[in-house]
């Protein structure tokens, strides 16, 4: 099976096609932005599949990112998937940008615990917690960074993301300190396409993961009477 997958979530905006048959990305790209990604999307996935020499009516799914990340960033992928999905009659499938952040150190050594941590601004991260197996320790959230650094600090620990020197410099002094800290600043590509291709169409609904409101939100009537 081949699997198309989508990154626009977080600071890149990314393609590629694996193919799970030899778990070897036929091809890919990814261009680090923090805006853009709209009019960047399409021409990078028709380069990408064009590399592959692959049509839409080959593929066997569509991966995309579903967050957490930027509002702007997450429409662009999930919007760009179900259209390509829809014209193709492909199923799409959703991954958290925090378990794909997490995926490859997992799959290095999963009896080390990985926290992700995704900057959330004003103090805050986009938090979870993976143990063996890649067993959830602590569901998504946004928390703040100190409490955020409390709640992971149980041993040996490493920390993933745009989030992870935030996380580590809140570090409980009298705590074992991270075994490693990682600031990228997206995940790879690869690791959502794997996990997109193992992921239940039925579970892994293609729809964002905010988990929290936007920071624009209408005035209130207090302010301005709105008709």
């Not at 990408?48 to 995309?64: C, K, P, S």
């Not at 799959?107 to 805050?124: E, K, L, N, S, W």
């Not at 063996?132 to 920390?159: D, F, M, N």
Request: charged share 20%.
């Amino acid at each position: 099976m081949f699997v198309l997958a989508i990154d626009t979530a977080l600071a890149a905006c990314s393609a590629a096609v694996l193919d799970t048959e030899t778990d070897s990305i036929v091809a890919g790209d990814s261009l680090l932005m923090e805006r853009g990604h709209a009019e960047t999307l399409i021409p990078l996935v028709e380069q990408v599949m064009a590399a592959a020499g692959l049509d839409f009516e080959h593929l066997g799914r569509i991966a995309v990112t579903i967050g957490p990340g930027s509002f702007t960033g997450l429409r662009v992928g999930l919007s760009a998937a179900r259209g390509f999905g829809l014209t193709s009659n492909r199923p799409v499938v959703g991954v958290t940008t925090l378990a794909a952040l997490a995926a490859p150190y997992l799959a290095q050594d999963d009896a080390v615990p990985v926290v992700t941590a995704i900057d959330a601004r004003h103090g805050h991260v986009f938090l979870q917690m993976f143990g063996v197996g890649a067993r959830t320790l602590i569901a998504p959230r946004v928390t703040s960074v100190r409490e955020a650094a409390r709640s992971v600090a149980i041993g040996a620990v490493r920390v993933v993301g745009s989030g992870a020197a935030l996380v580590a410099e809140a570090w409980p002094p009298a705590e074992q300190p991270p075994l490693l800290v990682d600031e990228t600043p997206a995940p790879d590509v690869a690791w959502v396409a794997r996990l997109g291709a193992v992921a239940d169409p039925e579970a892994a609904e293609p729809r964002p993961l905010y988990l929290r409101s936007p920071d624009a939100k209408p005035q209130d009537k207090a302010r301005v009477a709105r008709r």
